[in-house]
């Protein structure tokens, strides 16, 4: 902090969910504000045993102190939004920004049943096609949306104002470094770039308004639909390990592989990260799970940090050791 962007660095679902809430309830930023793709993320957190899952809202929406804002960069699903904003009590703290892109009912149909959405394996929620339409000049945007009248707001203009104050601002990211339409595993890719650059483009910041570029990594990768997965295991060996997890917006199974060294190696070139967080590291070292002290790690999965810090030369600041947002590791007050 005071302004933070916080990105995925593999497909997305790496846990951003999980470390944004985090950051959210620890650091008590004045604004958090999306940037990303669309409903086509599903962010999860979990607090005292209950898990919260977020499509449109930032995961921020965890610690009740801070507006909610959304940038122009973003495609809403109104519907999506709206039902969000009710199940968290959070009309009185939203913001979107009036040029926030629209999905409407036919952007659904044309995902679903598009052959080259299937092809790709999109999620389904309308985002392609609704960036194709914006990218067409013919897209809705919230301000033409009756019902999001009360919720329309300068964006850029309250953020950045914030920064000039001198507040903290979490800018939060959505999907991952190789899902991008620029950098990524293309055609295999979702509609736009979501590398931090991007992000920031997104919610109305420029690239010397940025303090701090957190990446964040799974301790093991995993994407679903459709493109390459190097050292993809098959689903049994996935199952064994504890790596086949289920995705959230689409209920469909993701494929999973090891640790990508080379991939996390770009990931931090290409959105100039300055921290990484690992999350899920009591996956792959169950005796980790719960522990927020870093010594009190294996000498195994210090090892597994270590070399990733060796590699990368970037700071491993965040570890997830477990489901709950408080099960972390938080080792940022070491390199003050
Ligand atoms: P779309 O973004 O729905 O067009 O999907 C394009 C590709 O990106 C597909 O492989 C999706 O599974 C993937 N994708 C999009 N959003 C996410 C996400 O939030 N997490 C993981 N994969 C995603
Ligand atoms: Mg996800």
Not at 74 to 95: K, M, Y
Not at 173 to 191: D, E, I, K
Not at 284 to 303: G, I, T
Request: glycine share 10%.
């Amino acid at each position: 902090m005071p302004s933070t962007v916080v990105v995925g660095g593999f497909f997305g679902d790496e846990g951003k969910g999980k470390i944004i809430a985090y950051l959210a309830l620890n650091d008590k930023p004045s604004i958090a504000v999306r940037g990303g793709v669309g409903p086509n993320a599903g962010h999860t957190f979990t607090i005292d045993g209950r898990a919260y899952k977020v499509r449109m809202l930032p995961s921020a929406v965890a610690y009740k102190g801070c507006r909610l804002m959304i940038g122009a960069g973003v495609l809403i699903d109104p519907d999506v939004l709206l039902n969000e904003i009710r199940e968290f009590d959070a009309f009185n703290r939203v913001v979107i920004d009036p040029q926030v892109g629209i999905i409407e009912q036919r952007h659904k149909e044309m995902d679903k049943v598009g052959e080259h959405s299937k092809v790709i394996g999109t999620t389904g929620s309308g985002s392609g096609p609704a960036n194709s339409d914006r990218a067409s000049r013919i897209l809705r945007l919230a301000k033409d949306i009756d019902a999001l009248r009360s919720l329309i707001g300068d964006v850029p203009a309250l953020v950045n104002d914030a920064l000039d104050r001198g507040a903290n601002v979490l800018i939060e990211g959505t999907q991952g470094t190789f899902l991008s339409l620029y950098h990524g595993t293309y055609p295999f890719v979702t509609s736009k770039d979501v590398t931090a650059s991007a992000i920031c483009s997104d919610v109305g910041i420029g690239p010397k308004r940025v303090d701090d570029v957190l990446v964040v990594f799974k301790a093991y990768v995993t994407r679903v639909g459709s493109g390459i997965l190097e050292g993809e295991l098959d689903r049994e060996e996935a199952k064994k390990r504890g790596w086949l997890e289920v995705a959230t917006v689409t209920g469909r199974e993701r494929r999973a592989a090891p640790f990508n060294m080379k991939l996390a190696k770009r990931a931090v070139m290409l959105n100039s990260a300055t921290q990484i967080a690992v999350t899920k590291l009591d996956v792959l070292f169950p005796e980790c799970k719960h522990v927020r002290v870093y010594e009190q790690l294996s000498s195994d999965a210090r090892r597994f940090i270590e070399q990733i810090e060796d590699e990368l030369r970037v700071d491993v600041t965040l570890i997830g050791t477990g489901e709950e947002v408080y099960d972390m590791i938080d080792r940022r007050s070491d390199r003050d």
